[in-house]
Nanobody, 125 residues
Framework: QVQLVESGGGSVQTGGSLRLSCSASRYVYKTYCMGWFRQAPGQEREGVAGLYTGGQPIYYADSVKGRFTISQDNAQNTVYLHMNELKSEDTGTYYC??????????????????YGQGTQVTVSS
């Protein structure tokens, strides 16, 4: 069973920063693609960022390129999403997700088979 443990999120003002964390078992961390998708009320899921911890590729949605960075900690089996220059449109529930197959683009992260409980990110002016 794939379990993903998320932490982070919260409320910030426009232009602020947050960091999300996602921990997995070593097997999942080493062999699956991992990343985040988000969902705002009334909207569809949007793949945000993802990577394969064993190397390339790394994915970013166009809407977050240059502002968000995904990173990994191999000792902790943890993937991080560093979110800078946050905008109101970044508001939503962020889900850590994993899949044994890597997508062709960030959009595919929204379809990952396994995901965590979600964490809320609220950006206000």
């Amino acid at each position: 069973q794939v379990q993903l443990v998320e932490s982070g999120g919260g409320s910030v003002q426009t232009g602020g920063s947050l960091r999300l964390s996602c921990s997995a078992s070593r097997y999942v961390y080493k062999t699956y693609c991992m990343g985040w998708f988000r969902q705002a009320p009334g909207q569809e899921r949007e793949g945000v960022a993802g990577l394969y911890t064993g190397g390339q590729p790394i994915y970013y949605a166009d809407s977050v390129k240059g502002r968000f960075t995904i990173s990994q900690d191999n000792a902790q089996n943890t993937v991080y999403l560093h979110m800078n220059e946050l905008k109101s449109e970044d508001t939503g529930t962020y889900y850590c997700a994993a899949d044994p197959e890597c997508p062709k683009s960030a959009a595919g992260i929204a379809g990952f088979h396994y995901y965590g409980q979600g964490t809320q990110v609220t950006v206000s002016s």
